[in-house]
T-cell receptor
Framework: DADVTQTPRNRITKTGKRIMLECSQTKGHDRMYWYRQDPGLGLRLIYYSFDVKDINKGEISDGYSVSRQAQAKFSLSLESAIPNQTALYFC???????????????????FGAGTRLSVL | QKEVEQDPGPLSVPEGAIVSLNCTYSNSAFQYFMWYRQYSRKGPELLMYTYSSGNKEDGRFTAQVDKSSKYISLFIRDSQPSDSATYLCAMSVGRDDKIIFGKGTRLHILP
């Protein structure tokens, strides 16, 4: 089973509809992220959460909201979808701070398989 | 100037060739450097990471960092069609810090 699971994998919706994308992880990581990926624009960070009580906006949060229901669950909502939100959406997790060798990165991100969203 | 720049490609090379993928960056404080591989319709997966300068080798893959030039490279030896993917560089200042991703280079290995 995948360590980072995103549902649904594909979604087609209409302009103005509310939609929720869900992410769950079994890696035991504290930090979770939502990105969108568009051709030519790369990965852009929408929101991130360092723990259940910590939610932060990324570079493109307008039109999106998130909920961190538990350490393992982080959902992304589009309150009123618009066509330019058509994209590939990824959830990711990372371990977060810790002790030990400074040469060992703690921010390596592990991605889900993505949700392909089309807004008509 | 963008923090991380990466040629989008596509880069097409024949099977068996040595592939060189590169990124440049502007922030001299970056210390952690990563390469992710993303197959079509999949999420990015970590391929390699290095701390500070120098080379790191893993099988057919070598990651190289030149901090004086603010330039990182990923070399793939004996390239295979299964290496066809998009390769994203990524970097951060501290080991807990936000990662900055390049936009990715699409690579095609021709049989």
């Amino acid at each position: 089973d995948a360590d980072v699971t995103q549902t649904p994998r594909n979604r087609i919706t209409k302009t103005g509809k509310r939609i929720m994308l869900e992410c769950s992880q079994t890696k035991g990581h504290d930090r979770m992220y939502w990105y969108r990926q568009d051709p030519g624009l790369g990965l852009r960070l929408i929101y991130y959460s360092f723990d259940v009580k910590d939610i932060n906006k990324g570079e493109i949060s307008d039109g999106y909201s998130v909920s961190r229901q538990a350490q393992a669950k982080f959902s992304l909502s589009l309150e009123s979808a618009i066509p330019n939100q058509t994209a590939l959406y990824f959830c990711a997790t990372s371990e977060g701070p810790g002790q030990g060798d400074l040469a060992v990165a703690k921010n390596i991100q592990y991605f889900g398989a993505g949700t392909r969203l089309s807004v008509l | 100037q963008k923090e991380v720049e990466q040629d989008p490609g596509p880069l097409s090379v024949p099977e068996g060739a040595i592939v060189s993928l590169n990124c440049t960056y502007s922030n001299s404080a970056f210390q952690y450097f990563m390469w992710y591989r993303q197959y079509s319709r999949k999420g990015p997966e970590l391929l390699m990471y290095t701390y500070s300068s120098g080379n790191k080798e893993d099988g057919r893959f070598t990651a190289q960092v030149d901090k004086s030039s603010k330039y990182i490279s990923l070399f793939i030896r004996d390239s295979q069609p299964s290496d066809s993917a998009t390769y994203l560089c990524a970097m951060s200042v501290g080991r807990d810090d936000k990662i900055i991703f390049g936009k990715g280079t699409r690579l095609h290995i021709l049989p």
